[in-house]
């Protein structure tokens, strides 16, 4: 059986996957729209968001820790979990911190909704 399914909203700017984008940033709408369009097909117990704060890999723009807190705080009660990715990336985000130090944040941040 598969226990969870991970959803990596981050890689790409926003315009990319959503023609009516307007930020390269990944609005609460749009993190909507993936989770309804999920659940279609499983249980929304078994998605986890993922979250890359900082350096991203292609067109992707971190927009920032509160903005990763805000999106935590929506998706709460909606998806099974949140993880993070490349957390011993040595790489420093936009804030000077590295992503390791951001998803340590983020995870404390998560831990206490």
């Known amino acids: 059986a598969i226990d969870f399914v991970h959803f990596m909203m981050y890689d790409i700017d926003a315009r990319e ?3 009516d984008a ?3 940033c990944f609005v609460l709408s749009q993190y909507d729209d993936v989770v309804a369009s999920a659940r ?3 249980p929304a117990s078994k998605i986890v968001m993922g979250f ?3 350096f991203q890999a292609y067109t992707g723009e971190w927009c920032g820790i509160e903005h990763d807190k805000a999106t935590i705080s929506h998706l709460d009660g909606e998806t099974g979990g949140i993880m993070f ?3 011993n990336r040595p790489a420093r985000a ?3 911190r590295s992503v390791a130090q951001n998803s340590n944040e983020l995870a404390a941040f998560a831990a206490d909704l």
Request: hydrophobic share 35%.
């Open 17 to 19: 996957a959503f023609s």
């Open 40 to 42: 279609r097909y499983i």
């Open 94 to 96: 936009s804030n000077g």
């Open 22 to 24: 307007t930020s390269p």
């Open 85 to 87: 990715w490349a957390a």
């Open 52 to 54: 890359y704060p900082g």
